[in-house]
Structures are given as structure tokens and as C-alpha cells.
């Protein structure tokens, strides 16, 4: 065999080994998004029959943190006796539908919350309805 041919050779397995490693590594990220979809989904469900439905709870304070998942849009709520809360309201798109874009909740904003205290987590509540600005209903 001479240089040229060795060269050829060398170059094929160069570009198959390539072809190898990113064939992996799509692979790899694809399986990545889906365990993190199927987790996020998983971890974000709520069964509604985990609240107390018998007693409504009624808490003010001031937003400190706000997260939007696929599933729900969680709020933590610190109140003037500085309880913190995590409350879990509707699904981004239904807030919208319901009058309550993403933009109208902000850090640090007081807001009232009334809902359902989670059965066993003593510091989370299911948010049905919200006063900020106006009145919104989360469920109807």
C-alpha cells in the first residue's frame, strides 16, 4: 500500500468514527430530553384529591418566587408572619385563558390566595382563587 492509499484509509476511518460519535452522541441528548420531560412531568402532577376541599384557606403576602412548568405555575408566598407557602395554581395556558398572563405575577408583588392546604405537605396549598390587581379564578 502506498502513502495515498494509507492516507484514504485513514480519512475513511477518521469520518466514520466521527459519524459514530455524533450518531452517539444525538442519541445520548435525545434520551436526555426525554427522561428530563418525563421527570418534569411526573414530579409536577398533583392529585387535587391530596388537598383538603372541606376547609378553604385564605393567605396574604408577598410573591417570592414564581415557577412556570408545562403542568402547573408554582408560587412561593411568604406571609407577614413569615410562613412561607408553596402554592401551586393553574397551568400557565389556563391562567391565561382565565385572565392572568405570566407577566401580571411578579417577585415581591402582594397578592391574596384563596384555596385547599395539601393534606401532608403543612406548607403548600392549591391556589382556586387569586387578588392581585383584580380577582382571577383559577378553576371553574
Known sequence: ????????????????LKQAILHSAVTAASIATFLASASDKASAH????????????????????INYTSSHTKIVLKTD?????????????????RGLPQRALQIGQRVKLVGYAHLTDTDEMRAERIFGD??????K
Open 81 to 97: 408572619d413569615n410562613k412561607v407557602w408553596q402554592a401551586v395554581l393553574a397551568p400557565p395556558a389556563r391562567k391565561v385563558r
Open 134 to 139: 383584580r380577582t382571577v379564578e383559577m378553576r
Open 46 to 65: 398533583h392529585e387535587w384529591n391530596e388537598y383538603n376541599n372541606q376547609q378553604t384557606l385564605k393567605i396574604i403576602g408577598e410573591i417570592q418566587n
Open 1 to 16: 500500500m502506498n502513502n495515498q492509499q494509507l492516507l484514504n484509509n485513514q480519512q475513511q476511518d477518521n469520518k466514520a
